[in-house]
């Protein structure tokens, strides 16, 4: 009996072993690819993968990225799970940090995969020598001309031609205003006008001698800038240059060549679709003197955390076969559409029919061969991410937040020298900040003296243990709350915990994974260096909390009050009118705000001037836009109050409106000293909530992004909030570690307010 009973025990040992290996070998099988957000594109990589199985019996999972801009982060978070890509689809200036901090595999290229793409392909992925992704699709962009204004033999292949010739199609009527423009730039922006900054000698970033990008050499300082700014200020005074400096997104310059009223200007293939529609005889062409576009490629890398390198290297050749990027492509161009989202590197589909029969796709693709990759450091993005580059053309192109003229060297100075601050600091080697002994034993000792006395009091009082329970009550209701608790645990305590733990790291965009203890790092230098910020970004912050909550809660018990006294079908009518703003996703609203308070085009102004009142700054000026925000936060806040307030209304006596009545008392007198108080008191834990929520108000950063931006490079905008400031930090300059300092540092006022309010409360309720 005992052997058999050891040898059942045996094969049931070797039953799950074996259930367990072809488990794990059916999971080494399977590999998973991220790809981009076309959907169509998606649909042929599945088919890919289907034919890939059939062909070698490895299952292929695909999953579609809807935004390209959050791969990087998505994989650092997922790299080494259970369900981690194999294969990812992303941006190569996003290479940087990550190859430093260890999350992509260096690739092995040979000469047949060499010879079937563009050398661009290859260079844009290449980082310190060595190569982690093959570029699938080139986005570039050129000179956009309407062939019913410019034929394209008479388009210009020099500098100087394209300014003559701008000029000759830029007409005017009788009153001297501009109906068509021969070019049409935007001053502001640095990505699209980089070949003519490069013209003028300016630059980004410079490079050693080996070829390597030297994040440290800056070209925005360089005294051919002020060639370049002298020629802008020239278009803009001619009518050339857009003069809305908030149009970050080109839609009036966009608009104005889709109605047919723009010759040329520098864009890519964007919003094909709208040209088509409008019915707008385009062509795209390089630019001129073959002035080199600043391209960002987008192509397949591998995670160094892949279970089957040779099975994901495999998959990846397949879909670098010739004949799967010519499907790829042609679902990525919307097939007969031939949108141009998706501009091939490899040389086969370059040269298909596909391509070279369409006149766009194919200029598209000549113009491919000559640009220049942006920069796949880690910090090569620090310009563009940060607001200082927009802030400062803008600064020197349209003036200061006051309206005054700036020097344009001063300026250009100040945005180089703050990069290389940025670039030093995302670099530097921050040493331990240790704290002494006894202060750490002297916070102990007070921290169990407060337990101590607590647990006095309550015994005294006799709160401390108020009802015995049995044991299977405790125990039932632990297991009711088990779920609650794990959740509360996972979504709530455990983020908090980790946040404090990053805040005592040196984690950033070049140590997102060896990162290490720095101790009290963090805080010495929020407590010295950014003080001054952090004490006045403080104020505002509490100011705008404190001032929404109280407007909405008065407004919102004000409305409350007027309904209850009106017809009860009126009342219900309004009561659902008002509560609109509060169901209505707060990404909609916010974007109509924006839109409706638009200096230029707003339907707020437009409104005003026909009453003669002019352009109001309601999101430019300093002050109004502060006040904007305010307001704009009030109105999506006070249909909560109004609602609580409706149902307190019905709790308050009528004999004390009887009795103000009887004394004379009039309605304004009998809102301000019975309903409001009386309302107030019973939202007390209410309206603290409310202002923990304002204090952590992002909506302000989707309506303004924190401008009116300061004068001086670096310091917080107008409308920033400390966690604006904090979003900022943590994403713009990569220094996460002491974006998360900053969110404890909010975390503690925040809970020191709640407790300290709450017990306030507690008391007056006692009395």
Excluded at 201 to 218: I, R, T
Excluded at 332 to 355: A, H, Q, W
Excluded at 524 to 530: M, R, S, T, V, Y
Excluded at 613 to 626: C, Q
Aim: hydrophobic share 45%; aromatic share 16%; net charge neutral.
């Amino acid at each position: 009996m005992k052997k058999l009973f050891i040898f059942i025990l045996a094969f049931f040992i070797v039953s799950i072993l074996s259930v367990n290996s072809i488990n794990l070998q059916a999971k080494s099988e399977t590999i998973r690819i991220w790809v981009g957000a076309i959907a169509k594109e998606k649909a042929v990589m599945e088919q890919i993968a289907a034919e890939y199985k059939e062909r070698t019996g490895v299952t292929v999972k695909v999953y579609q990225k809807m935004e390209i801009f959050t791969v990087p982060s998505a994989l650092v978070n997922n790299a080494e799970l259970e369900e981690r890509p194999d294969i990812v689809y992303m941006q190569a200036p996003d290479i940087g940090g990550l190859v430093k901090s260890g999350y992509l595999v260096s690739l092995d290229i040979s000469d047949d995969l060499r010879n079937r793409f563009c050398p661009l392909a290859f260079e844009a992925f290449t980082y310190n020598n060595k190569v982690y992704g093959i570029g699938y699709s080139n986005d570039i962009y050129g000179l956009l001309y309407n062939k019913d204004l410019i034929a394209t033999e008479d388009l210009p292949k020099t500098w100087e031609e394209l300014f003559t010739k701008a000029e000759e199609l830029t007409i005017t009527d009788n009153s001297n205003n501009i109906i068509q423009r021969g070019l049409y730039l935007n001053a502001t922006d640095m990505w699209l006008n980089y070949p003519l900054i490069r013209k003028y000698g300016g630059y980004y970033y410079g490079k050693y001698p080996n070829g390597d990008y030297n994040a440290y050499d800056v070209g925005f300082d360089n005294p051919g800038m002020l060639d370049y700014v002298a020629k802008i200020k020239e278009f803009r005074k001619k009518g050339m240059v857009l003069n809305n400096p908030n149009d970050k997104a080109y839609s009036d310059i966009t608009n104005e060549f889709a109605s047919g009223k723009v010759a040329m200007y520098f864009q890519g293939l964007w919003y094909a679709w709208l040209f088509q529609n409008r019915e707008i005889n385009y062509g795209i062409a390089p630019l001129p003197e073959k002035a080199k576009p600043l391209s960002t490629v987008q192509g397949f890398v591998i995670n160094k955390y892949t279970r089957n390198p040779e099975v994901t290297t495999d998959f990846l050749e397949f879909i670098l076969e010739d004949t799967n990027q010519q499907r790829l492509i042609e679902a990525g161009n919307n097939y007969e559409k031939k949108t141009g989202e998706r501009n091939p590197t490899n040389l086969s589909v370059i040269n298909s029919d596909y391509i070279q029969t369409d006149e766009i796709l194919k200029s598209l693709s000549n113009i491919g061969y000559n640009v220049e990759p942006f920069p796949n450091i880690p910090e090569g993005t620090l310009w563009y991410n940060q607001e200082v580059t927009y802030t400062t053309f803008k600064t020197i192109f349209f003036g200061d937040s006051a309206g005054n003229e700036v020097d344009a060297m001063y300026k250009l100075t100040e945005l180089a020298e703050y990069i290389r601050r940025n670039v030093l600091l995302l670099n530097e080697t921050v040493d331990y900040v240790s704290i002494p002994w006894w202060v750490y034993l002297m916070v102990t000792a007070v921290v169990l003296s407060l337990i101590i006395v607590y647990i006095i009091i309550k015994k005294r009082k006799g709160t401390l243990f108020p009802r015995k329970f049995s044991k299977k009550q405790t125990a039932i209701a632990w297991c009711l709350m088990l779920p609650l608790l794990f959740l509360l645990g996972m979504f709530y305590v455990y983020p908090i915990f980790h946040n404090f733990y990053l805040s005592f790291t040196n984690y950033s965009g070049v140590n997102l994974r060896d990162y290490g203890l720095v101790g009290f790092a963090n805080y010495q230098q929020i407590f010295k260096e950014g003080i001054k910020g952090l004490f006045s970004m403080s104020i505002w912050t509490v100011f705008f909390a404190f001032s929404v909550i109280t407007l909405s809660f008065v407004f919102g018990t004000l409305l409350a009050t007027l309904l209850d006294s009106a017809n009860a079908k009126v009342a219900k009518i309004y009561r659902l009118i008002y509560i609109l703003p509060w169901v209505i996703p707060a990404v909609i609203t916010l974007l109509m705000w924006q839109g409706l308070l638009e200096t230029e085009g707003g339907l707020i102004n437009q409104m005003l001037s026909l009453v003669g009142i002019g352009k109001v700054p309601w999101l430019t000026n300093r002050i109004i836009a502060r006040v904007s925000t305010i307001l704009v936060m009030v109105w999506f806040s006070f249909p909560y109050y109004m609602v609580i307030a409706f149902g307190f209304l019905k709790s308050i006596p009528k004999e004390y409106y009887e009795a103000a009545k009887v004394d004379g008392g009039s309605k304004f007198y009998i809102f301000c000293h019975i309903t409001l108080p009386l309302i107030f008191r019973a939202l007390i834990p209410t309206l603290i909530m409310g202002f923990i929520m304002q204090f952590n108000q992002f909506g302000v950063y989707m309506l303004t992004q924190g401008g009116p931006a300061s004068d001086v490079l670096g310091n917080p905008g107008a409308t920033d909030l400390l966690i604006t400031y904090v979003f900022n930090t943590a994403f713009n300059s990569k220094r996460y570690a002491l974006a998360a300092s900053y969110s404890v540092i909010i975390f503690i006022f925040v809970a020191v307010f709640a407790l300290i309010t709450m017990r306030v409360n507690k008391k007056r309720m006692e009395v």
